[in-house]
């Protein structure tokens, strides 16, 4: 299904002279004085914006949620203070009540509420009439139709001051991320609507401070007009998300290494799908050898079996049962028979040497 989406210029909401812009501030508004110095600190390297959780979807119960509308009056008052703008996640229409009752500038959909087009509606709905600036997170899911739907949806209601972020995606298999970016999905969104502004979160992709400059980095070299990066003042005591914030100093370093192509590289699509494949064949083959541990395991468990009952290491029978069988179920998982043939002798081979030893060993 295409759809367009009627998307206000992204100047006439953010100050683009600053190219990248940048969002910086705490995973959570903890206290006053955190959420102030850490603005102080940001605005005094030109950050102009903050962000600060104040209601934070927590994975389990039982750990810090947020100071809700407590927080909200901090900012408010860091706000005339400081001059400084701020981003503040929604949830549901209590949380848009509240926020625009506080004059926050720019609101956030996280990647847990995307995923729910329910929500969305309600949030949609509640800010029907106003035109304040919302940036959509992806779901935590990889799918590109829940991310669209859900800036259609807001769309739909008559905001136009909308973009997007990309925070990573949740996949069952272990990255070095803490959310594969799969770059791809991000780029189709791009592709779909090429004046919908698309906001980088490295913090929540990496999961730790030490890769935030290269994905920050990438996300530049495709084109990407800003950047969402948590920061605190002490972050290693910070609430949440402790390990992937970066205090202010550290945050003024990175931004200055940040270089800034002129023009984006035409093959960079090519780069990043290819990029993308590696990545999952990185993590194929980390199963794959998940998998010859188990096996070798197994393997040690046999030889002790086998010493207990006097048995041989080798057993012509089992050699050939074991041909057998692999044949046929790679035959049915289309992969060549051969193939398969040459790879169980080395298995088997290794798996004999591997039992002689035990053996050898007692
Ligand atoms: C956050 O920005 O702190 C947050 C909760 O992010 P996400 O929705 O991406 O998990
Ligand atoms: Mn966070």
């Given at each position: 299904m295409s759809t367009n989406l009627n998307i206000a210029s992204i100047n006439t909401w953010i100050n683009t002279d600053k190219k990248p812009f940048i969002i910086s501030g705490?995973?959570?508004?903890?206290?006053y004085d955190q959420l102030y110095v850490t603005s102080k600190e940001l605005k005094s390297i030109g950050i102009e914006i903050i962000r600060a959780g104040v209601w934070k979807p927590r994975t389990r119960p039982g750990t810090f949620e947020g100071n809700g509308e407590k927080a909200l009056k901090w900012i408010k008052k860091i706000k005339n203070e400081l001059d400084v703008k701020f981003a503040v996640e929604v949830a549901n229409p209590n949380h848009v009540k509240l926020c625009l009752h506080y004059g926050i500038d720019i609101l956030w959909i996280g990647a847990r509420t995307t995923v729910n087009p329910f929500s969305i509606q309600e949030i949609a709905e509640s800010l029907q009439g106003s035109d304040i600036p919302i940036l959509v997170k992806n779901p935590i899911n990889p799918d590109l139709s829940l991310w669209i739907g859900a800036l259609e949806r807001l769309n739909k209601v008559g905001l136009k001051k909308i973009g997007a972020i990309h925070r990573g995606f949740s996949t069952p298999d272990k990255t070095?991320?803490?959310?594969?970016?799969?770059w791809k999905i991000a780029i189709d969104l791009k592709s779909s609507f090429p004046n919908l502004p698309i906001v980088c979160d490295p913090s929540h992709i990496c999961g730790n401070r030490e890769m935030i400059y290269d994905i920050s980095q990438k996300a530049l070299d495709l084109g990407y007009e800003g950047l969402i990066i948590e920061s605190h003042i002490d972050p290693e005591n910070a609430w949440s998300d402790a390990k992937q914030q970066v205090t202010p100093i550290s945050l003024k370093e990175i931004i200055s290494n940040l270089k800034i192509k002129k023009k984006i590289e035409k093959n960079q699509n090519h780069k990043i799908l290819l990029e993308d494949l590696r990545e999952s064949i990185d993590s194929v083959d980390k199963d794959l050898i998940g998998v010859l541990e188990k096996r070798f395991n197994l393997v040690k468990k046999i030889a002790e079996f086998k010493e207990n009952q006097d048995l041989t290491v080798f057993q012509v029978k089992r050699w050939n049962e074991i041909f057998e069988s692999r044949k046929k179920w790679s035959t049915k998982k289309n992969l060549d028979t051969s193939f398969i043939e040459e790879l169980y002798k080395l298995i088997h081979i290794a798996s004999i040497k591997s039992q002689t030893e035990i053996l050898n060993k007692k």
């Open positions: 705490p995973c959570s508004a903890e206290s070095k991320y803490r959310y594969a970016p799969m």
